[in-house]
């Protein structure tokens, strides 16, 4: 009798650790139905990409990959997902070598429509009304990396004027509080040891949980259920609004011995006329307040803050204001993104454009101050004794991970640490900004 071949998938993940969670999920899927997958730098039968399309670049980067795909074999399926799928599939459908574009309803099953998949000229495309997207798919990672993303909840409800998600999302929804400690648990026992809390507005939480558009629970209630769980050793809150950020799960934060004191809260500007512009649902006051008592009661917490620069009417006085808006507060990190137009939101459509090299010289010195506010905040932590949750990778004969407030450590590789979590004294800075450690035991 013949042995069955079995046929190889790739995965390409785009964006968000949202998209990560749900690729791994569609892989796994995948496998039970007989796929083997393989890396993406390997030739494969099917390359699925999994696509963002917050910015330009993330569009551009669809083509790129396609490209690769068909360079490691001609003859592969190209199956094309994600968020760019749904907002612009006959896009994606005119780039050469596609063959099956799916959108936020379909491509959770996406093995319906690969299994008698031929390549030919004629690209299948498959998008619904992004209003049939009400549903909820339970999505987490697995053995891409140390720690875990765990979706908990999934759209938008907000009308931010520059924002796409809610048209390539859907509107906000939630897992149901049981199946995420379900999930939680299912993660544990694979051995990781950390998971990051993920979705597109997460501290939304509770909204349709059941299918309904009221609040079943809240996302405090969330956090303390999960900080009940014995199984797992970290829990990261990914991105959380600011207006969402009660001061009770600050406060809960602070003395729960799972949830980490890190948090990430978007800002996207430091000027208020720009605030109301983007109709955010916060001002600066509220988001300094939010900052305030986080580090007022979690001395070392780790804070990012997502900043948006170019919008239509940042003059050079307003880009100031957020300039000297984030300097002045005790934040560790930015994430610093260039305002691109997108179609079909309120922004493209507003005057007093932002010239392109502008945008590009204030994204400079924003990096370059979020660089100076890393250094500071690494600084701040050196002598103190944290607990690393080790990587796997061996980078010249070093290894590397993250403390609980986030700082990323170094030192000589030894295996028998990967996925291990050690008590280490944070020593001193490297030449690449990264603190080097030493084993807390011998400083005791």
């Not at 795909?69 to 760019?84: R, S, T």
């Not at 697995?142 to 048209?167: E, S, W």
């Not at 809260?265 to 109709?279: F, R």
């Amino acid at each position: 009798m013949l042995k069955e071949i079995r046929k190889s998938v790739a995965f390409h993940t785009i964006g968000c650790k949202l998209n990560f969670a749900e690729t791994s999920t569609i892989a796994r899927q995948l496998i039970e139905e007989g796929f083997v997958k393989v890396t993406f730098n390997e030739r494969a039968d099917v390359y699925i990409i999994n696509t963002c399309s917050v910015t330009d670049n993330a569009d551009k980067e669809c083509k790129t990959i396609v490209k690769r795909a068909l360079h490691l074999n001609p003859d592969a399926l190209i199956c094309v997902i994600g968020c760019y799928a749904q907002l612009k599939p006959d896009e994606i459908s005119k780039i050469d070598g596609v063959d099956l574009v799916l959108g936020a309803k379909e491509k959770f099953n996406i093995h319906k429509y690969i299994s008698d998949l031929k390549k030919d000229s004629d690209v299948k495309v498959h998008s619904c009304e992004i209003d049939q997207a009400d549903f909820f798919v339970g999505s987490y990672s697995l053995g891409d990396r140390t720690r875990a993303f765990l979706k908990v909840q999934d759209g938008c409800d907000y009308k931010c004027t520059y924002c796409t998600i809610p048209l390539a999302r859907g509107i906000s929804r939630s897992a149901e509080l049981q199946n995420i400690i379900k999930q939680a648990e299912e993660i544990a026992d694979k051995n990781i040891k950390e998971i990051v809390l993920t979705g597109v507005n997460i501290g939304d939480y509770g909204k349709g949980e059941f299918g309904n558009k009221k609040h079943q629970h809240t996302f405090l209630e969330l956090v303390q259920n999960l900080d009940q769980l014995q199984s797992i050793e970290r829990i990261r809150i990914s991105s959380i609004e600011p207006n969402l950020l009660r001061d009770e799960i600050i406060e809960y934060v602070s003395k729960s011995n799972i949830f980490v004191p890190h948090f990430h809260i978007p800002l996207q500007s430091g000027c208020d006329d720009l605030l109301k512009k983007m109709k955010r649902r916060y001002l600066t006051n509220l988001y300094s307040d939010r900052i305030n008592k986080i580090h007022s009661i979690i001395q070392d917490a780790c804070i990012g803050v997502d900043v948006i620069v170019g919008f239509p009417g940042e003059t050079e006085e307003k880009f100031l204001e957020t300039y000297n808006f984030l300097q002045k507060l005790p934040i560790s990190y930015l994430h610093v993104f260039t305002y691109s137009e997108r179609d079909n939101t309120e922004a493209i459509h507003m005057e007093e454009k932002v010239p392109y090299s502008e945008r590009k010289k204030r994204n400079k010195m924003l990096k370059i101050l979020s660089e100076k506010k890393r250094h500071a905040f690494y600084e701040s932590q050196l002598g103190k004794i944290k607990t690393v949750l080790w990587e796997h990778e061996n980078k010249n004969g070093m290894m590397y991970g993250y403390t609980e407030n986030y700082v990323r450590v170094s030192q000589p590789y030894n295996p028998n640490l990967v996925n291990q979590l050690e008590e280490v004294y944070l020593e001193k800075l490297d030449s690449l900004g990264n603190v080097i450690v030493r084993s807390a035991i011998a400083t005791y």
